[in-house]
């Protein structure tokens, strides 16, 4: 009986609890308090938000300047000399680029019998296992770590990163 009557008062707490969060949202929806913190509106689609200015603006703007774009039409353009009196200038060449290594370095294995490293590649869509100081076209390779290997191509040393 004792537990019945325990349960009893929980439950009537609960419900009373629950009733004055339902009624305090309804009052706090339907009320008319000027000094409400943020007012939320409705229009179309949109929820607009309206927040109250707590400082006037106090900055001006100085409006003591000139037109910048005023400038560039007042100036002339400057006078270009005949073209006899130029000296001819032989454009330079320009250096050559060396196209960057487009191989992938997709990890190495161990050979057991010789002892050394033998990284797998992939070249041109090809997968090709090359040990050190080998050559692939114009890539030699010079060096094979765990997460990268070091190799040679056109005469550029570079490291490709294992590809993950």
Same mark, same amino acid.
């Given at each position: ?8 008062? /929980? ?19 339907? %009320?008319?308090?000027? %000094? ?7 229009? #179309? ?14 900055? *001006?703007?100085?409006?003591?300047? #000139? ?7 007042? =100036? ?7 073209? %006899? ?10 250096? *050559?680029?060396? *196209? ?15 002892? =050394? ?7 041109? #869509?090809?997968? /090709? ?8 076209? *114009? ?10 290997? =070091? ?14």
């Amino acid at each position: 009986m004792k537990n019945k009557k325990a349960l009893l008062y /929980v439950l009537g707490f609960l419900v009373v609890c629950i009733w004055g969060i339902i009624i305090m949202r309804v009052y706090a929806a339907v %009320g008319d308090e000027a %000094g409400g913190a943020v007012v939320m509106t409705k229009q #179309g689609d949109t929820v607009k938000t309206h927040i109250p200015v707590l400082q006037p603006d106090t900055f *001006q703007l100085l409006l003591n300047y #000139g037109d910048p774009f005023d400038a560039v039409a007042v =100036k002339e353009a400057p006078v270009v000399a005949a073209a %006899g009196n130029l000296p001819v200038v032989k454009p330079m060449a320009s250096p *050559q680029v060396v *196209q960057p290594v487009t191989a992938k370095y997709l990890g190495f294995i161990w050979n057991a019998e010789n002892k =050394k490293k033998i990284a797998i590649m992939n070249q041109d #869509g090809k997968e /090709v296992m090359v040990q050190e100081g080998e050559t692939i076209g *114009q890539l030699q390779l010079l060096g094979i770590a765990s997460d990268s290997v =070091k190799v040679k191509y056109k005469g550029k040393t570079s490291f490709i990163r294992i590809n993950k």
